[in-house]
């Protein structure tokens, strides 16, 4: 996946995606990054990024509700679902280019975002 900084081998930190402006190749705007999704494990050095949440709206977060362990209140689950209804999810396979100076990341699609406590 090309970057705009790949040329200097500058390194960029995870958190550096979040709140970056997500386009698709045509320049439809989807949304922002609101989260980074790891995958791999079991040692942290094992971990690679699989992917990232965007949302039409940067501000709010899940709290943890869309993941496996957390289960809590029900009515409180529902209102964060409810409340992010417009999420997204690209694969990290998808993105074609990060612009890291103008925070911009250009994807080839948007996924649906599925509930990873849902059975595989």
Known sequence: MPSESA??????RLGELLGA????PDGTKAGQVNDVRLAGGPGLQDYVVDGFVVRARGEGAFLGYDRRAVLGPWLLRALVRAANRDARYVRWR????IDWEAKLVVVER????EDERAPA
């Open 94 to 97: 998808a993105v074609r280019r």
């Open 7 to 12: 040329a200097t081998g500058a390194v960029h």
């Open 21 to 24: 402006e997500v386009v698709l």
């Open 110 to 113: 948007l996924d649906p975002l």
